[in-house]
């Protein structure tokens, strides 16, 4: 019996079954996210230490030292602007101070509307000019006397505005030879120009010519100069007859020979000549500074650009 049941004993058979490496779980994954979170603080930080002004820095570094001071005091801090861009405000040019709401709309606007203005008031000075231009003409045209005197008489519209010139004819010069006495025809022209620019609201500049034959008096101290600034100073008077006010003339020059009408000839009688423009309010505001101011009478000597200025008599 012993003999049998240990025949029908049972034989166990253990195999060991080799498998993968056991599942490690998800640390693997937060502890990738703290790193790259790290990384992105620490960049963050990096570009804030880089676009934060000096002041801003030095207050950041007295609230940590003693913030409570910072906090009953006051002082300039992180906080005392609400952008991170110099400046702070929604207006990115500026690079200093804090910038209100709409600072820079309202500078743009200022500017455009400044912008436009002078836009505007160039086709004004346009239009007035053309009007004037065709008046001018027109009274010449319808007066028999002055339509004798046309071919004398040259009007051109130029970037500085209207300039109205009244030559000299060998025949028919403007002024006595020599002097500064006008002619009888030639205060006729003026006062038929002067009345033509009663309305008109624009500075107007005087320039007095001449050709470039030597003056014969050059030798005790009156040449062409001082010949072309009298000239211009006894038109001016006669405008003034004319009843044109005296503040309406913004300078009035002696030009002498420096700028020829005339160059291939320049003893040519053309070139003895009084030149009236009409000026638009730009070259008004380049030639007085945008300030108005009293009546000058300006001689200009051998260099063109300066000037010697004599105030007239008070």
Do not use: C
């Not at 934060?52 to 001071?69: A, L, N, R, V």
């Not at 020599?178 to 005087?206: Q, T």
């Not at 010519?209 to 009156?222: F, P």
């Amino acid at each position: 019996m012993a003999g049998d049941a240990k025949k029908l004993q049972p034989i166990i058979i253990k195999r060991v079954k080799k498998g993968g490496h056991a599942v490690h779980g998800g640390a693997w994954k937060i502890a990738y996210a703290d790193f790259v979170t790290a990384m992105m603080a620490f960049f963050l930080l990096m570009w804030l230490l880089g676009s934060t002004t000096e002041g801003d820095k030095k207050g950041i570094s007295d609230y940590f030292q003693s913030p409570m001071k910072v906090a009953m005091q006051g002082g300039s801090g992180a906080g005392a602007s609400a952008s991170i861009i110099n400046g702070g405000g929604s207006d990115l040019t500026q690079s200093a101070g804090q910038a209100k709401r709409g600072d820079g709309a309202d500078r743009k606007a200022k500017k455009m509307s400044g912008e436009q203005a002078k836009a505007e008031a160039a086709k004004r000075d346009a239009k007035m000019l053309a009007a004037l231009s065709a008046k001018i003409a027109g009274a010449i045209s319808s007066n028999p006397k002055m339509a004798e005197f046309a071919s004398q008489i040259r009007l051109e519209i130029t970037p500085d505005g209207l300039q109205i010139q009244i030559v000299d004819n060998q025949k028919r010069p403007m002024f006595d030879s020599g002097s500064a006495s006008l002619k009888p025809y030639m205060r006729e022209i003026l006062r038929e120009i002067g009345n033509a620019l009663l309305d008109v609201e624009n500075k107007i500049s005087l320039d007095g010519h001449t050709d470039r034959s030597a003056y014969g008096n050059a030798g005790k101290g009156y040449s062409n100069w001082e010949l072309s600034a009298d000239r211009a100073n006894a038109t001016r008077r006669e405008l003034a007859n004319a009843g044109m006010p005296e503040d309406k003339l913004a300078r009035v020059v002696g030009m002498a020979s420096s700028l020829l009408l005339d160059t291939d000839d320049p003893l040519s009688p053309t070139n003895r000549r009084i030149s009236i423009l009409v000026m638009t309010k730009d070259a008004e505001e380049r030639l007085l500074g945008g300030q108005r101011v009293p009546l000058e009478i300006e001689l200009e000597t051998e260099t063109p650009q300066a000037a010697v200025v004599v105030q007239p008599p008070r």
